[in-house]
Each structure stands twice: as structure tokens, then as C-alpha cells.
């Protein structure tokens, strides 16, 4: 058997000093090249961006201003977002279109405002604002999304890391702290294709969830729907409606829905919606109104204009996916070519969304992030994808393929194997 495709645990020291010295003169050879890629991030690429070009120019003069209403967007009103665009989000994702809001351009930012709403004014239901309950948790599945723990963090809301399975959460755990802990105020969700691992929840997970009858009487779940119509295949992903099950348990006032088109148009310049019951609509909408007197309506009446119905948007995504599948095709081909029968890394092939979720041999994560950095290769920082940095295992990793072009990926994904081959020997040794 080859050396290069021995299992790492049947070598000798020998074999693995040699796997360390071959690696590293691989290393030594790219960095003198001066390669540098940027994977840390869940970017749209260019020919992304430009299959929605026809944004830019859809409003064209006064009369594509006004809305079906005869509304003038150019002007003040309309707080919580145009008919229309609300049916147009209510269509796409199965929700009431009057329990929708459509706010700003991006939904981390409306849940950063919910987040910080709940912290000053408290939720429908609560007794009092969460700053005035002394300490405060949240429950993360992880591995998660960074974001969601970082604004955790900012606030100073205390993380209770449980595991994610491939299901989603492992709701045993999720039971046992929110059911028995009053300060337990939310949990997070990202259910379809999740951040970073690209699962998504079972219809018994999303029921479990909904089914639940917290401590706290202002528990919420965040239910960060970011990846909702980003399949990579030709097939639809089936993620059950959370609102469908909260309404045969009494529990739709747990609830803030989040979506957005951040990663279907433009981020940045896209639309964000929230979706909740209508007694947290009641509490939210008059401190929105304190923040705003209507956000832009130009933008909303662009994208309806653009894909006039959800058809559209779906469309949309099928030539968006046709250029980002074959980068997550390639990556995992790479893995499979170099990793393959080493016993010292696994990886998820997700059917959708933005990420894959890397995992190699325990305690070695750290090590591979520095050693791609010090070759160019730059990743999302190991322990990131869970609360406060800490991965117990030091093992995962998240992989973002959709920006670089496919020849800077054919580049990058052997370097990375390069470093995670050698970083895993030379854990091996030190054992």
C-alpha cells in the first residue's frame, strides 16, 4: 500500500516524519508562489451578482414608482412594507402576508434590532425588558452561525452550546434547558441548509420545536431562514412550516421569522423580512415606528418588478445554483482525491445552501487554519462556528466555495489538504 494512501493511524514514526517532511516541502513550494484566496466568507460571486443586473435599471422613470395601490414610493409611509411585497415573500415561503414585515436590506440586521428590542423593551408576554433579568442565556446548536454568537457575545447574552445532529438540534438537550430554565430566552435556528454543516431539520425536529413549552413565558426562537430556496439540485429540499405546527400547539407567539434576499439579489441591497404572530407584531411595530417612518420602498417595488412572483425568484435560483454547484462539486472531489482512506477527515456534501462543514482529526483544527494562512489560503477562523470560539473537539472547519473562481478552488483545495495531512501527523507524533 502507498504511503500517500495508508490510513494515518497504521503508520509508524517513520512514515509519519515522512508524510510531515513531503507535506511540507509541498508548502514551502506554494508559498514561494505567493497564492493567496480568500475562503472565509459566504459570498455571492460576479456572474452571481450579474444575473440580477436587470435591478438596477427595472425603475425607469416616475411611473414605475408607484405601487398597486397607487402609493407614490417615493415618498414617507407604508411602515412594515408594500402588499405586494409582502405577497410576494408570503408565496415563496408559505407565510400569512399579514404576519410579514419587510424592513431593511438585510435580516441579520433586523435580528441584531430584535435582538436588541427584546433587551430594551422585553417581548409580548414578558414581564420586563431581558437587561432587567439579571443573567440571560440562549441555546446554540453548533456547530452555527458565527454571526448569531457574536451578537451573543456583543450583548452579553450567555451561550449554552448543544450538539447539532443530522437532523437538527438534539432536542432532548434543547428540552432540558429551556423547559427547566427561566432564564433560558432563545433559541437559535438556522433549518435549512444550516450554517456551516448544510442540513436541514426533520419535520419531527421542526414539530419538537414548535411543540415546546418554555419556562420563560418571553422565550423566543430565532428562526434565521437565510438559505430558503438555495438548493444546489434540481430536486426541493423540504423544510417543514414552523407556523403550521405552532398553530396545533398554541405556541406562534414563540416565534420571529427571519428571511432575506441577501444571497438571491444583492447583498446589502436586497430585502429583509420578519415574520411573527400578530400579538408580537402589536409590540414590535410601534418602537419600529420610533426607528423609522418607512423603509425603501424603491427597492421593494424593484424586486417585484423583477420577479413578479415567487416562480420567479425560484427560477432565478436554479441559474444561480448552476453556477455555484459545479465549486462544491469540485471541492469535494478534491477531498475525496486527497483525503480519501486517511482516517483523518470527513466532510458534509450538502444538497444546498452556502457552506461545507470540514472536520478533521481532533485538536488539529487550529493548527490546519495556520498553517493555510501562512500559505495564503485564508478560512474562517477554527472554533468559530461555535459559542465563544471553543470547539470542544478542535476539529471543524467551514469551507466557502462560492466566490473564488473554479481554477482558484482547483488551487486552493489541495494546499488545504497539504495542511491538514501535515497537521494531523504531527499531532499523530506528539502522541
Same mark, same amino acid.
Given at each position: ?9 497504521? /503508520? ?7 508524510? %510531515? ?16 484566496? =480568500? ?25 414605475? %414608482? ?14 412594515? !412594507? ?83 445532529? #443530522? &437532523? !437538527?438540534?438534539?432536542? =432532548?438537550?434543547?428540552? =432540558?434547558?429551556? *423547559? ?8 437559535? %435556528? ?12 426533520? &419535520? ?39 407556523? =403550521? ?28 423580512? /420578519? ?96 498553517? #493555510? ?9 477554527? !472554533? ?32 488545504? %489538504? ?5 497537521? *494531523? ?7
Amino acid at each position: 500500500m502507498a504511503i500517500e494512501k495508508k490510513p494515518f493511524a497504521e /503508520m509508524n514514526t517513520e512514515e509519519l516524519l515522512a508524510v %510531515c517532511s513531503a507535506e511540507q516541502a509541498r508548502l514551502d513550494r506554494w508559498s514561494d508562489m505567493n497564492f493567496t484566496l =480568500d475562503l472565509t466568507r459566504g459570498k455571492p460571486n460576479q456572474a452571481q451578482l450579474d444575473l440580477s443586473s436587470g435591478l438596477l435599471s427595472i425603475i425607469a422613470d416616475r411611473g414605475d %414608482c408607484f405601487s398597486e395601490s397607487g402609493l407614490d414610493c417615493r415618498n414617507y409611509g407604508i411602515l412594515d !412594507g408594500l402588499p405586494e411585497t409582502k405577497r410576494l415573500f408570503s408565496e415563496l415561503l408559505g407565510l400569512p402576508a399579514n404576519r410579514i414585515l419587510v424592513l431593511g436590506n438585510s435580516s441579520l440586521n433586523v435580528i441584531y434590532d430584535t435582538l436588541v428590542r427584546a433587551m430594551l423593551f422585553g417581548v409580548a408576554g414578558g414581564h420586563e425588558p431581558w437587561c432587567r433579568q439579571g443573567r440571560i442565556k440562549f441555546i446554540c446548536p453548533s456547530p452555527g452561525y458565527d454571526r448569531h454568537f457574536t451578537m451573543c457575545r456583543t450583548l452579553g447574552i450567555e451561550m449554552v452550546p448543544v450538539k447539532l445532529n #443530522a &437532523d !437538527g438540534p438534539d432536542m =432532548d438537550a434543547v428540552y =432540558d434547558l429551556a *423547559c427547566s430554565d427561566p432564564s433560558v430566552k432563545g433559541l437559535w %435556528c438556522v433549518p435549512k441548509f444550516s450554517n456551516p454543516e448544510g442540513l436541514t431539520y426533520s &419535520d419531527e425536529v421542526v414539530e419538537a420545536i414548535a411543540a415546546m413549552h418554555p419556562a420563560a413565558p418571553d422565550f423566543r426562537i430565532f428562526w434565521d431562514n437565510a438559505y430558503s430556496v438555495h438548493e444546489l439540485y434540481d430536486e426541493e429540499v423540504h423544510l417543514a412550516n414552523i407556523f =403550521d405546527y405552532a398553530a396545533e400547539n398554541g405556541t406562534e407567539d414563540n416565534i420571529f421569522y427571519f428571511a432575506s434576499t441577501s444571497k438571491i439579489t444583492f447583498p446589502g441591497s436586497g430585502l429583509a423580512i /420578519m415574520a411573527a404572530s400578530e400579538r408580537n407584531l402589536e409590540q414590535i411595530r410601534p418602537i419600529i415606528a420610533t426607528q423609522t417612518i418607512g423603509y425603501d420602498k424603491i427597492n421593494q417595488m424593484r424586486h417585484v418588478k423583477f420577479f413578479k412572483n415567487a416562480d420567479g425568484i425560484r427560477a432565478h435560483m436554479k441559474r444561480q445554483a448552476d453556477i455555484i454547484r459545479p465549486k462544491f462539486e469540485l471541492v469535494e472531489k478534491q477531498f475525496h482525491k486527497h483525503l480519501d482512506g486517511l482516517g483523518i477527515a470527513h466532510w458534509t456534501e450538502p444538497r444546498g445552501g452556502y457552506f461545507i462543514s470540514l472536520y478533521v482529526k481532533e485538536g488539529c483544527a487550529r493548527r490546519v487554519y495556520q498553517l #493555510a494562512r501562512s500559505v495564503g489560503v485564508t478560512l474562517t477562523t477554527a !472554533g468559530s462556528t461555535y459559542p465563544y470560539g471553543r470547539d470542544p473537539h478542535d476539529s471543524n472547519l467551514r469551507i466557502a466555495p462560492t466566490f473564488p473562481e473554479p481554477e482558484e478552488l482547483e488551487q486552493a483545495i489541495p494546499i488545504l %489538504c497539504s495542511c491538514i495531512k501535515l497537521a *494531523c501527523a504531527e499531532k499523530m507524533l506528539r502522541a
